[in-house]
Every structure is written in structure tokens, then in C-alpha cells.
């Protein structure tokens, strides 16, 4: 292990390190607890320059109701909810099909398909912005929670087949084989025996994909502008221009949406994990 | 990568079969149609298209006029579009200081004390949130009112500084508020890796009297390659994604100081209806961008191989 586990030092260098893992983590977070300090003032104490005493009256619960009675957050939660899970639903199932493919069938164009995904995945935005918004257009769902699911769909199906087919790539062939000789379909070997082995990465996936789709922000400006369909991404961002001066509010929207995946983050911690970091110990 | 080992167009006991109609050859491409075809409809055609738009002159409502190279001329005369390309690189640049942080961070941490599963999480924190919140969470900070950096600033004596309006500061600021989640993620990288270290080359190092610095550049360093080049290659693309902080924070302001390729193009589109002339920019970022993906690419040919 290295550095040498700090263990086997002296007390004091013990001591000074847990001292300054705390202090560096306070420091870390320090514009964020910051925001979090501001979400639970009352506006008095804001008009008055009180951002970092300690506040007069403790808001907590006032300002977090007020964000879901005055400002449309509620509405804009539920729309991420209802273009995330579909969208990451489709991309998963997409691409454990396709990354099976690539990864346990051998032909010549395979490996050509494999690097269109990946070079895919790595695509600036902007050069599909305006053909993906005009295509959106043409099948008239501009402005729906469609038009976000189906790009992302399509897009995040690039990094999810580079993912599945880099641990599909790891199974054991001999199961596959046997079945193949006894004479089971290709597509029965698909769902009976490729599906149950790979079930532990498509949770990692789903729980990376879940982050990158809910924390999406430039389609939601390109592909919906209603607030019936906007995710809270875009929603937050209206509300910082509308409630300029009510720090407190936004403060606590952001928290608010910054939420869903942080706790997502926090109970599936291991495999966000797994899910990111796929690739960084193999060449 | 691993290799894939298996032969899957296997030798086939019954030779009556066809070599066109046996499943192995149709299943595959069965399982691959519907990513294919998705991916194609909003990836592949949509960056052709694009290139084939950056040579009309387009309101995005209107006929289209082919004006041929036109749109590059106006590019290459514009100031927006040398600011621009300047901030590109320098956030380029200064990106690339994520990874040593990341793995500064990662040593850092890398100990087996009472809670340090929390520390690593709430490090890794600023990655999983929004960019937005981050961008909000920054302009807050950097605030000249009350941001706490200004605070700080007072505290020691200084005076307090605008950095978002600031023509000289401004890209500075929002490039630091970009570098906080992206040091996140190099430091999982690294503390993934350093998980991963051969142990029987640290000892027999260890017995050569390898300490400190010439352990860490010549043991562990090469051992964490792996990691290095994912690290690398995320950064260089958060890096040229640079859209959702400056449109947050500044909107390229002030006076399109602190704009990027990637926020040029939106608001030629967007706010000002030039369709053929965003397009124009974005294959520029497209250009700067397929270096690294043609250097990825060839890396991971070769690696299949």
C-alpha cells in the first residue's frame, strides 16, 4: 500500500492527520456549505447583510416549503423524474444488447462499431444541436418530455455500450458455447444466461447514467422551454433570473435539486463507483 | 481492455448449415439494430449535417443559401471568435492541473482510519451534483457583497474584487469552479488505481531503500497509468464541454469575455438565429475535439489488438 498506512507512525503524526482531514474537508466544501448556510435565513437577515452571522431566526422549514408553494420546483422535480428514468431505462436496455454483441461476437466490422460509440459519446454538444433540434421538431415533440428521453436514449447508448461490452468482454464463454452446441437460441442464451450475469454492472450504469441525465442541463435548454416540461436543471437556472434578490429561495432550490442524486450517490455509493471508474485499472 | 479470447463463429458440427443463415452471424446484428439506429438518428448523422450546415447562410426558419466557406471567412475575422478560442485553451490548460490535484488528494486519502469512506464520498461530492448548482454555488462564493472568498479577502487586509465582472478575472473564476468537480472525479480515478497497486513491487522497492518522492515517481506513478490516461481524457473533454458554467454564471459575460466555443455557438443559434454560422463554430470545437478522440481511438485499437 502507498502512501504507508499512517498506522504505523506516531501518535501525534495520527492526531494531525485526522485534524486535517477534517479541516480539509470543511475547506473543500466550504462554497457549498456556504449555500446551505444561506437556504435557512429569512430574508430580514439577508436584506440586513446578515449572510454569515449567525441568523436571527432559523428558516429551515419556511424557506424549503416556500420553494415547492411559490416557485414551480415541484413541477420541475417531477419532470426530471419523469425524463431520467425512462431515459435510463432505454439506454441500459439498448446497450446491454449491443455491448452482448460486441463483446461475445466475433465479425469484421465489430470492432469499427465499437469505436463509432465511443467516438460518438465524446462529441462536443454543439455539433448535434441543430440538426437534433430540428429532427425533434419534425416529429413534433419539441417541447415534451420525449423530446429529452429519446436524445439521451441515443446519446448516453455510446459511453453504455462501451461499458457493457468492456464487462460483458470479462464472462466466461464456456456457458454460452454449451448452450449454443445444445442447441438453445441465440436469443433464449441472451436472456437466460447473458442477462443474470450481467445485472450487477447494469446497476452501476443506471446509477452513473441516472447522474448524467438528471444533471443534464444544456438539451434542457435546447429541447423544451415550458415549465410543465422543463427539468430542474433548466427550472433553476429560470428561477436564479426571476428571484434575483431572494437569495434564500434559490439557495434552498438548489439544494433541493441537488438532491435526488446525491442521495442516489450516498446508498449506491459502490457501485457509482464501479460504474465510473470502469477502465481506470486496466490498460 | 481485456482481450476477448473466444472464437464465437465457432467450428460447427453440422455441415449441412448454411455459413450465411447461421444464427451467429444474424443474432449479432439483431441485438445491435436498435442502439445502432438510435445512435446514428441523433449522433452520426446530426455532426454531418452540421458540417454540411456550416456552409449556408440559415435563420433556422427560412430558405438556406449556400454561401460556401463564408461562414469561416466571418469566424476568422471575429474577435468573439479569437476570445473564444482563447478561453478554450486556457481552460484547456488549467484543466489540466485536475489530474495532479486529483492524485495529491487521492494520497491524501488514500489511509485506512476510522471514517474514511465519508471523506472520500464528501470529496468526491461536487461530482455528483449539477453543474448548475455549481455554477450558483460559485457565483455565490465569488459574490462582492457577501461571496465568502470576499469576506476572506477583507479579512486579510485586501480589498474585495468582482471576479465575474472582471473582463481580465472572469475566465479564471468560472475555470476554478470548473476544476472542483473535475478533481473530484480524478481523485476516484486515482484512488481506484491505487487500490489496484502491485504490492510485491512496493515491497521489493521498499527493500531497495525506494522512499517518499522516488517511490511515488517511479513505483507508483507508472503503476497508475491507466488511470492517468482515463483522467486525462475526461479532463481534456470536460474541459471543451465548458457550456453549462459559463452559461450559468456569467453568459459569457462580461462583455463576451469569459465566452467558449461551445457558449458562442449556442447564442449565434439561439439568441441570434444564425444557424449556418453556429454550425460554422461548432465544427471548429468539433476539429479541436477529434484530436483526442482519434488519439483515444487509436489507443484503444491498438489495445484490442
Known amino acids: 500500500m502507498f502512501p504507508r498506512p499512517i498506522e504505523k507512525a506516531s501518535k501525534g503524526v495520527n492526531i494531525s492527520y485526522r485534524i486535517a482531514l477534517v479541516a480539509s474537508i470543511v475547506l473543500w466544501l466550504l462554497p457549498l456549505l456556504a449555500v446551505m448556510a444561506t437556504s435557512v435565513r429569512s430574508l430580514g437577515d439577508i436584506n440586513e447583510g446578515n449572510y454569515w452571522g449567525w441568523p436571527s431566526e432559523w428558516m429551515l422549514i419556511e424557506n424549503y416549503t416556500q420553494v415547492f408553494t411559490s416557485t414551480p420546483m415541484a413541477q420541475y422535480l417531477m419532470n426530471s423524474l419523469i425524463i431520467t428514468l425512462p431515459a435510463v431505462a432505454g439506454a441500459v436496455a439498448l446497450s446491454?444488447?449491443?455491448?452482448?454483441?460486441?463483446?461475445?461476437?466475433?465479425?469484421?466490422?465489430?470492432?469499427?462499431?465499437?469505436?463509432?460509440?465511443?467516438?460518438?459519446?465524446?462529441?462536443?454538444?454543439?455539433?448535434?444541436?441543430?440538426?437534433?433540434?430540428?429532427?425533434?421538431?419534425?416529429?413534433?415533440?419539441?417541447?415534451?418530455?420525449?423530446?429529452?428521453?429519446?436524445?439521451?436514449?441515443?446519446?448516453?447508448?455510446?459511453?453504455?455500450?462501451?461499458?457493457?461490452?468492456?464487462?460483458?468482454?470479462?464472462?466466461p464463454t464456456e456457458l454460452i458455447e454449451s448452450a449454443r452446441v445444445e442447441g438453445v437460441s441465440e436469443f433464449k442464451i441472451f436472456f437466460h444466461i447473458v442477462l443474470p450475469l450481467v445485472r450487477p454492472a447494469t446497476a452501476a450504469l443506471a446509477v452513473l447514467v441516472f447522474t448524467f441525465i438528471w444533471n443534464d442541463f444544456f438539451w434542457a435548454l435546447v429541447l423544451v422551454q415550458s415549465d410543465e416540461v422543463r427539468p430542474v436543471t433548466a427550472g433553476l437556472s429560470a428561477l436564479q433570473g426571476q428571484w434575483l434578490a431572494s437569495w434564500q429561495l434559490i439557495s434552498a432550490g438548489a439544494v433541493v435539486a441537488a438532491l435526488p442524486p446525491v442521495?442516489?450517490?450516498?446508498?449506491?455509493?459502490?457501485?457509482?463507483?464501479?460504474?465510473?471508474?470502469?477502465?481506470?485499472?486496466?490498460? | 481492455m481485456a482481450q476477448s479470447s473466444p472464437q464465437i463463429g465457432l467450428p460447427d458440427s453440422r455441415p449441412s448449415t448454411r455459413r450465411k443463415w447461421r444464427p451467429t452471424v444474424i443474432a449479432p446484428w439483431l441485438f445491435l439494430a436498435p442502439a445502432m439506429i438510435v445512435f446514428f438518428v441523433y449522433v452520426i448523422y446530426p455532426v454531418f449535417d452540421s458540417i454540411w450546415l456550416s456552409f449556408f447562410d440559415w435563420d433556422g426558419l427560412g430558405d438556406k443559401t449556400w454561401i460556401g466557406l463564408d461562414n469561416y471567412r466571418e469566424l476568422f475575422d471575429s474577435d468573439t471568435f479569437w476570445k473564444a478560442f482563447s478561453n478554450n485553451l486556457l481552460w484547456l490548460v488549467l484543466f489540466m492541473l485536475a489530474p495532479p490535484c486529483g492524485l495529491a488528494i487521492a494520497l491524501?486519502?488514500?489511509?485506512?482510519?476510522?471514517?474514511?469512506?465519508?471523506?472520500?464520498?464528501?470529496?468526491?461530492?461536487?461530482?455528483?451534483?449539477?453543474?448548475?448548482?455549481?455554477?450558483?454555488?460559485?457565483?455565490?462564493?465569488y459574490d462582492p457583497n457577501f461571496g465568502l472568498l470576499n469576506e476572506a479577502?477583507?479579512?486579510?487586509?485586501?480589498?474585495?474584487?468582482?471576479?465575474?465582472?472582471?473582463?481580465?478575472?472572469?475566465?479564471?473564476?468560472?475555470?476554478?469552479?470548473?476544476?472542483?468537480?473535475?478533481?473530484a472525479y480524478c481523485m476516484i480515478l486515482y484512488l481506484t488505481g491505487l487500490n489496484n497497486l502491485n504490492g510485491e513491487q512496493i515491497e521489493a522497492a521498499q527493500l531497495d531503500n525506494a522512499k517518499g518522492w522516488k517511490m511515488l515517481w517511479y513505483i507508483v506513478i507508472p503503476q497508475l497509468s491507466p488511470a492517468t490516461f482515463i483522467a486525462i481524457v475526461v479532463t481534456v473533454i470536460g474541459a471543451l464541454r465548458s457550456f453549462d458554467l459559463v452559461a450559468t454564471m456569467t453568459a459569457g459575460g462580461p462583455w463576451g469575455s469569459s465566452t467558449v466555443l461551445a457558449y458562442m455557438m449556442y447564442e449565434?443559434?439561439?439568441?441570434?438565429?444564425?444557424?449556418?454560422?453556429?454550425?460554422?463554430?461548432?465544427?471548429?470545437?468539433?476539429?479541436?475535439?477529434?484530436?483526442?478522440?482519434?488519439?483515444?481511438l487509436w489507443r484503444m485499437v491498438k489495445s484490442e489488438k
Request: hydrophobic residues 60%; charged residues 10%; positive net charge.
Open chain 2, 108 to 141: 491524501f486519502l488514500n489511509q485506512q482510519v476510522a471514517g474514511i469512506r465519508a471523506v472520500k464520498a464528501l470529496f468526491f461530492f461536487p461530482f455528483v451534483i449539477s453543474q448548475v448548482v455549481v455554477g450558483l454555488v460559485f457565483s455565490w462564493f
Open chain 2, 268 to 296: 449565434e443559434a439561439i439568441f441570434n438565429y444564425r444557424m449556418g454560422y453556429g454550425a460554422a463554430v461548432a465544427v471548429v470545437l468539433f476539429l479541436i475535439m477529434d484530436i483526442y478522440i482519434a488519439y483515444f
Open chain 1, 263 to 283: 442521495i442516489l450517490f450516498f446508498t449506491m455509493q459502490r457501485h457509482f463507483i464501479a460504474g465510473l471508474t470502469l477502465g481506470a485499472t486496466k490498460g
Open chain 1, 96 to 171: 446491454t444488447l449491443a455491448g452482448y454483441a460486441l463483446a461475445k461476437y466475433q465479425f469484421k466490422a465489430n470492432i469499427w462499431i465499437f469505436a463509432t460509440f465511443i467516438a460518438g459519446n465524446f462529441v462536443p454538444f454543439q455539433i448535434l444541436m441543430i440538426p437534433v433540434r430540428d429532427l425533434t421538431i419534425s416529429f413534433g415533440l419539441y417541447d415534451t418530455h420525449w423530446a429529452i428521453i429519446f436524445f439521451h436514449i441515443a446519446f448516453q447508448s455510446g459511453f453504455c455500450t462501451l461499458f457493457m461490452r468492456n464487462f460483458i468482454v470479462g464472462l
Open chain 2, 153 to 183: 479577502i477583507v479579512f486579510f487586509g485586501g480589498d474585495p474584487i468582482a471576479i465575474l465582472a472582471d473582463e481580465k478575472l472572469v475566465t479564471y473564476g468560472i475555470i476554478a469552479a470548473g476544476l472542483w468537480p473535475q478533481i
